[in-house]
């Protein structure tokens, strides 16, 4: 079974500064993926970063990186440049193929402030 | 525009009055599926469908029902609500390509 943990129900930054958010999570398939997905206000799901088990590299998105540590099972989400846009609930999730359910597990969330 | 709709996005109702959340996906994914969003619970996933006429259970399917009839479309049914199936719930479809989930607006769901 996968299980994903994020540890900070909340977070602030100041606007233009950077944070970052953890995530640590646990699954037993060789072959996964893991994402962060924010949630504004409207309550839309929106992926902001998407990171292959496979893949040593860390993803970048413009201002989003993540930091993957695939033996210590850790994805962290670093927001450089925080706008007051940036200002949400984010997700961590995980995805594994085996077995056929393509299942989203998600962690509780963490909801970031940003002061302007 | 590929996107996944749902309706209704709002829909207040009574116990025990059967009702249906749409959704509805225009990229042609073979995998849809079914979330509840809680407080302090993150998403968990109710239904999932692999192909037309091929559904399984995911973490929460108790007192929900799905069909798969058509592969753009994929309901979730409610025969019977309860106060507790008040949440916000989310439909997605799934890139295989990609492993990319794509997500509805979301309809929040209030039972009395």
């Known amino acids: 079974a996968q299980t994903v943990t994020q540890s900070q129900p909340e977070m602030s930054v100041q606007e233009a500064e950077t944070v970052t958010l953890s995530c640590t999570y646990d699954?037993?398939?060789?072959?996964?993926?893991l994402f962060w997905y924010k949630q504004p206000p409207s309550r839309q799901m929106i992926l902001v970063i998407r990171?292959?088990?496979?893949?040593?590299q860390n993803a970048t998105e413009n201002r989003f990186s993540v930091n993957f540590q695939k033996a210590a099972k850790s994805f962290s989400l670093k927001i450089s440049d925080s706008q007051l846009g940036d200002a949400a609930m984010y997700f961590c999730a995980s995805l594994g193929t085996q077995g056929g359910s393509e299942k989203l597990v998600f962690g509780k969330g963490t909801k970031l402030t940003v002061n302007p | 525009e590929a996107q996944v709709t749902q309706n209704p996005r709002y829909l207040i109702t009574v116990t025990g009055k059967k009702l249906t959340v749409t959704c509805s996906q225009n990229m042609n994914h073979e995998y849809m599926s079914w979330y509840r969003q809680d407080p302090g619970l993150g998403l968990r996933q109710i239904y999932y469908s692999m192909n037309v006429e091929v559904t399984d259970k995911g973490d929460v399917p108790e007192g929900y029902k799905v069909s798969r009839k058509e592969k753009r479309n994929f309901p979730l049914i409610l025969e019977s609500p309860s106060p507790n199936q008040t949440s916000l719930y989310f439909c997605a479809s799934t890139s295989g390509s990609y492993n990319e989930q794509f997500f509805g607006p979301g309809t929040r769901l209030t039972v009395l």
């Open positions: 990171q292959e088990a496979y893949k040593q």
């Open positions: 699954t037993s398939e060789s072959d996964y993926y």
